[in-house]
């Protein structure tokens, strides 16, 4: 019998007597034969697989390991916390960790954001962030208010109420009639600026978007727009400017409009500002939500800040009464609080920014190295690049090569994991995220460095081999 490991097909339809039970999350996922690798064990910015190979975590995983794997501090703050108490539902009870984490992570995240609310991950924060929205228009009798503005492309997510945010038009092929889908307007994508744009104009152009599509929908019946204000797996980190976000919240204003910023990827530091909101103090958010880094692998942890006013508001008229089971639980609070402890006693912020400027340039170098590095983009440590055929003139890789993944296995073959996925059927290209953890060293950027250089060398080599390039 053929083995559930092994990523081909597991059974023929007439072997069905002899299908082995279980097998890794991925016999759910297409068909395919290549083999993902068996972690056995992570430590700092490296994993090793059951054969011993090691591998550099050259994104954090998928952007969520920001301090690295087996953190001894995080670790002891979890076993302490395991021995106390594990669980208490948050809808019958009060934790301690709740409150420290709440404490912690508010002040950290300035004002405006004086309350959090604590969910397993980033989909259900983004689902909690536009019930929020939702009930409190609705407690405040703006009841008209349900329609919903987001990005082409973007990712939020994957419970039906985050991809109806999410701008991928392969999700919404399947999901698409179930769910009520966002309006969507095209994302600020800085790499296919038109010739003729400035990138004042372009910005200025792409925030328009936002105010015709108010307009369409019905002024009265938007609640939010959501955002990411830096891109992540759906865009490859296109990171548009103060002014666009300065134009969006100007817009949200006028028509009553929530502005919800997903920081899922982008938050807890990973832009060397603990929100990258931070940056622009004309175009805060009203909600944000976090995620990912928060809990850093090591907790399922997600968060939705809002500001004091609206909760205590909301709190007095309906309150917002939606409790998943694992709210708030005590272990993973403990944990972020932990995790937030090493961002904050260890000078992450400042590590990001200058390791962030450093891999910038140095990515920056092997786009004039090399023919298929398309575009370097993104802010702090959540950098991306784009694969193509040609970077000057322009030309995109066929779709049908699957370049990602092609890139992907062959980093992997280095020794070297990196996170991307296509989005949109990769009609918007072909981008890695090159985003380690946010106390990476110089030392261990070179290696990224050394790594990712031997993997466009061999894929360009490749490319040239069939002719593609
Ligand atoms: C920007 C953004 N929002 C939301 C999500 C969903 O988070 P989760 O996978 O924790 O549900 C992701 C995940 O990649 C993300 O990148």
């Given at each position: 019998?053929?083995?559930?490991?092994?990523?081909?097909?597991?059974?023929?339809?007439?072997?069905?007597?002899?299908?082995?039970?279980?097998?890794?999350?991925?016999v759910?996922?297409?068909?395919?034969?290549?083999?993902?690798?068996?972690?056995?064990?992570?430590?700092?910015?490296?994993?090793?697989?059951?054969?011993?190979?090691?591998?550099?975590?050259?994104?954090?995983?998928p952007?969520?390991?920001?301090?690295?794997h087996?953190?001894?501090?995080?670790?002891?703050?979890?076993?302490?916390?395991?021995?106390e108490?594990?669980?208490?539902?948050?809808?019958s009870?009060?934790?301690?960790?709740?409150?420290?984490?709440?404490?912690?992570?508010?002040?950290?995240?300035?004002?405006?954001?004086?309350?959090?609310?604590?969910?397993?991950?980033?989909?259900?924060?983004?689902?909690?962030?536009?019930?929020?929205?939702r009930?409190?228009r609705?407690?405040?009798?703006?009841?008209?208010?349900?329609?919903?503005?987001?990005?082409?492309?973007?990712?939020?997510?994957?419970?039906?109420?985050?991809?109806?945010?999410?701008?991928?038009?392969?999700?919404?092929?399947?999901?698409?009639?179930?769910?009520?889908?966002?309006?969507?307007?095209?994302?600020?994508?800085?790499?296919?600026?038109?010739?003729?744009?400035?990138?004042?104009?372009?910005?200025?152009?792409?925030?328009?978007?936002?105010?015709?599509?108010?307009?369409?929908v019905?002024?009265?019946?938007?609640?939010?727009?959501?955002?990411e204000?830096?891109?992540?797996?759906?865009?490859?980190?296109?990171?548009?400017?103060?002014?666009?976000?300065?134009?969006?919240?100007?817009?949200?204003?006028?028509?009553?409009?929530?502005l919800?910023?997903?920081?899922?990827?982008?938050?807890?530091?990973?832009?060397?500002?603990?929100?990258?909101?931070?940056?622009?103090?004309?175009?805060?958010?009203?909600?944000?939500?976090?995620?990912?880094?928060?809990?850093?692998?090591?907790?399922?942890?997600?968060?939705?800040?809002?500001?004091?006013?609206?909760?205590?508001?909301?709190?007095?008229?309906?309150?917002?009464?939606?409790?998943?089971?694992?709210?708030?639980?005590?272990?993973?609070c403990?944990?972020?609080?932990?995790?937030?402890?090493?961002?904050?006693?260890?000078?992450?912020?400042?590590?990001?920014?200058?390791?962030?400027?450093?891999?910038?340039?140095?990515?920056?170098?092997?786009?004039?190295?090399?023919?298929?590095?398309?575009?370097?983009?993104g802010?702090?440590?959540l950098?991306?690049?784009?694969?193509?055929?040609?970077?000057?003139?322009?030309?995109?890789?066929?779709?049908?090569?699957?370049?990602?993944?092609?890139?992907?296995?062959?980093?992997?073959?280095?020794?070297?994991?990196?996170?991307?996925?296509?989005?949109?059927?990769?009609?918007?290209?072909?981008?890695?995220?090159?985003?380690?953890?946010?106390?990476?060293?110089?030392?261990?950027?070179?290696?990224?460095?050394?790594?990712?250089?031997?993997?466009?060398?061999?894929?360009?080599?490749?490319?040239?081999?069939?002719?593609?390039?």
């Amino acid at each position: 019998m053929m083995s559930i490991k092994n990523n081909s097909k597991p059974y023929q339809d007439s072997q069905l007597t002899q299908i082995e039970f279980g097998g890794a999350q991925d016999v759910f996922y297409s068909w395919s034969n290549d083999q993902r690798p068996m972690i056995v064990k992570g430590e700092g910015i490296y994993l090793w697989d059951e054969q011993g190979n090691k591998y550099l975590d050259a994104s954090s995983g998928p952007v969520t390991c920001n301090i690295g794997h087996s953190n001894p501090n995080v670790l002891r703050a979890m076993q302490q916390q395991a021995q106390e108490l594990t669980f208490s539902f948050a809808s019958s009870s009060r934790n301690l960790p709740n409150i420290d984490l709440a404490k912690k992570l508010t002040e950290l995240a300035g004002e405006g954001f004086e309350r959090a609310l604590f969910v397993s991950g980033g989909s259900e924060a983004v689902d909690m962030a536009i019930k929020f929205c939702r009930q409190y228009r609705y407690a405040t009798g703006e009841k008209k208010r349900n329609k919903l503005i987001s990005c082409l492309p973007s990712y939020h997510g994957m419970t039906l109420g985050a991809l109806a945010v999410s701008g991928d038009p392969v999700f919404a092929e399947v999901f698409g009639e179930m769910i009520s889908m966002a309006h969507k307007i095209p994302a600020m994508m800085s790499y296919h600026r038109p010739d003729n744009q400035s990138e004042e104009e372009y910005s200025l152009q792409c925030a328009k978007y936002l105010e015709e599509k108010i307009i369409e929908v019905g002024e009265d019946s938007v609640l939010a727009f959501i955002i990411e204000p830096v891109g992540g797996s759906s865009s490859g980190a296109i990171a548009p400017p103060e002014l666009y976000f300065n134009e969006i919240r100007r817009i949200c204003d006028n028509y009553g409009v929530f502005l919800i910023y997903d920081e899922v990827m982008s938050g807890t530091g990973r832009t060397g500002e603990f929100l990258t909101s931070h940056l622009w103090p004309d175009a805060r958010p009203d909600i944000t939500v976090l995620a990912k880094g928060l809990g850093a692998g090591y907790a399922h942890l997600g968060a939705m800040l809002a500001p004091a006013a609206l909760v205590d508001e909301l709190s007095e008229l309906t309150g917002f009464n939606y409790a998943h089971t694992y709210n708030a639980s005590p272990l993973s609070c403990a944990v972020g609080s932990a995790v937030l402890n090493e961002i904050t006693q260890n000078g992450l912020l400042e590590n990001t920014r200058n390791m962030g400027l450093y891999l910038r340039d140095k990515l920056g170098e092997l786009q004039n190295k090399f023919t298929i590095i398309g575009d370097v983009r993104g802010r702090g440590l959540l950098l991306a690049i784009e694969l193509v055929a040609s970077h000057s003139p322009r030309k995109y890789l066929p779709l049908d090569i699957e370049a990602i993944e092609r890139f992907k296995k062959l980093a992997q073959l280095e020794g070297l994991l990196i996170y991307g996925r296509r989005s949109n059927g990769g009609i918007y290209g072909e981008p890695l995220l090159i985003a380690p953890p946010l106390n990476v060293t110089i030392e261990e950027l070179d290696l990224i460095i050394e790594g990712l250089a031997k993997t466009i060398g061999i894929f360009e080599a490749e490319l040239r081999t069939n002719g593609i390039i």
